[in-house]
């Protein structure tokens, strides 16, 4: 069985895609078949991406090339905007990122491409604007909506993860999908998950009893049990005591991701939670970590089918 990886613009796969393969996979990627393509026509590869955009057949050669490589090849990580449409029997990944992040890569460079912004709130607004213009291509040419995280097996986000993390938790739920396909499962960072309650209300409810019965395990980054979160302006929230002191729990054992069974977003959901102040959040962030940020994260990703 293969594995598909794409993802929101600045995700990083490229990087993701580089630790699974010192993990003995094979990786293939879209630009490495282009190259071939272009080999065969006898064309630089700027001659093919020019003929590309006037010849849809070429495209079609990419897409019909990566189906045949799906059937040949076995322990292989796709790396490519649409291999989880065309490599058939995958275990379909997309990489989520939020919007602020992505633009930090870029514009630092990490993750820059061909693209250079003269600040970052350009950057945020030239990947937002690629999105939309692919997600209308992609629906147009194939009939598809590549930012339906129902589309894949495993969503999981980036934006505080390093490549080699989320390497670790993508190779953990191929074997477990091997054993077992499940739904599309949903996993977030754990320390961005949005606190609604005052850390000191937590403290007075014995926090640290809590905390004792999340289990450190070196080798799962994920929490123990998953999460029900509210999505409002942009964070997910965590709007339960429970959930909070699962949260806090699972970060002080270690943890990187947190699977989410639910995402409300619903207005009576949303009226209940409670925004705090930043000096709140801050609190959160210097005693376990979490994310402190107040501006608007945002992501490209749809959920509304999912839960």
């Given at each position: 069985?293969n594995?598909?990886?794409?993802?929101?613009?600045?995700s990083?796969?490229?990087?993701?895609?580089?630790?699974?393969?010192?993990?003995?996979?094979?990786?293939?990627?879209?630009?490495?078949?282009?190259?071939?393509?272009?080999?065969?026509?006898?064309?630089?590869?700027?001659e093919?991406?020019?003929?590309?955009?006037?010849?849809?057949?070429?495209?079609d050669?990419?897409?019909?090339?990566?189906?045949?490589?799906?059937?040949?090849?076995?322990?292989?990580?796709?790396?490519?905007?649409?291999?989880?449409?065309?490599?058939?029997?995958?275990?379909?990944?997309?990489?989520?990122?939020?919007?602020?992040?992505?633009?930090?890569?870029?514009?630092?460079?990490?993750?820059?491409?061909?693209?250079?912004?003269?600040?970052?709130?350009?950057?945020?607004?030239?990947?937002?604007?690629?999105?939309?213009?692919?997600?209308?291509?992609?629906?147009?040419?194939?009939?598809?909506?590549?930012?339906?995280?129902?589309?894949?097996?495993?969503?999981?986000?980036?934006?505080?993860?390093?490549?080699?993390?989320?390497?670790?938790?993508?190779?953990?739920?191929?074997?477990?999908?091997?054993q077992?396909?499940?739904?599309?499962?949903?996993?977030?960072?754990l320390?961005?998950?949005?606190?609604?309650?005052?850390?000191?209300?937590?403290?007075?409810?014995?926090?640290?009893?809590?905390?004792?019965?999340?289990p450190?395990?070196?080798?799962?980054?994920?929490?123990?049990?998953?999460?029900?979160?509210?999505?409002?302006?942009?964070?997910f929230?965590?709007?339960?005591?429970?959930?909070?002191?699962?949260?806090?729990?699972?970060?002080?054992?270690?943890?990187?991701?947190?699977?989410?069974?639910?995402?409300?977003?619903?207005?009576?959901?949303?009226?209940?939670?409670?925004?705090?102040?930043?000096?709140?959040?801050?609190?959160?962030?210097?005693?376990?970590?979490?994310?402190?940020?107040?501006?608007?994260?945002?992501?490209?990703?749809?959920?509304?089918?999912?839960?």
């Open positions: 069985m594995i598909t990886i794409t993802g929101n613009l600045g990083g796969k490229s990087s993701v895609c580089k630790e699974l393969q010192k993990s003995g996979f094979t990786i293939i990627s879209a630009g490495d078949i282009f190259r071939e393509i272009a080999a065969e026509k006898g064309m630089t590869v700027l093919l991406n020019e003929a590309a955009k006037k010849d849809r057949s070429i495209d050669l990419l897409d019909q090339r990566s189906t045949k490589l799906g059937k040949e090849m076995d322990h292989t990580v796709f790396d490519s905007r649409l291999a989880w449409h065309f490599v058939d029997n995958s275990f379909k990944v997309f990489l989520l990122v939020d919007t602020q992040e992505a633009a930090r890569r870029v514009f630092d460079g990490a993750d820059r491409g061909a693209e250079s912004y003269q600040d970052m709130e350009k950057a945020r607004a030239g990947l937002e604007e690629r999105a939309r213009l692919e997600q209308e291509r992609f629906r147009m040419l194939y009939g598809i909506d590549y930012y339906d995280v129902c589309n894949y097996d495993l969503v999981i986000e980036s934006s505080c993860a390093s490549p080699y993390q989320i390497a670790q938790e993508i190779q953990r739920n191929f074997e477990l999908y091997q077992q396909p499940f739904p599309t499962k949903v996993e977030l960072n320390r961005r998950l949005h606190p609604s309650v005052p850390l000191a209300d937590l403290e007075k409810r014995g926090l640290d009893t809590q905390m004792r019965q999340e450190e395990s070196g080798q799962t980054l994920c929490a123990a049990e998953s999460f029900s979160v509210t999505r409002k302006g942009g964070y929230y965590l709007s339960e005591d429970a959930e909070h002191e699962r949260a806090i729990a699972a970060a002080a054992a270690g943890k990187v991701f947190a699977q989410v069974r639910e995402i409300r977003a619903d207005e009576k959901a949303q009226k209940q939670i409670r925004e705090l102040p930043q000096s709140e959040a801050e609190k959160y962030a210097q005693a376990y970590g979490f994310d402190e940020r107040v501006r608007e994260p945002g992501y490209m990703a749809d959920f509304s089918r999912i839960f």
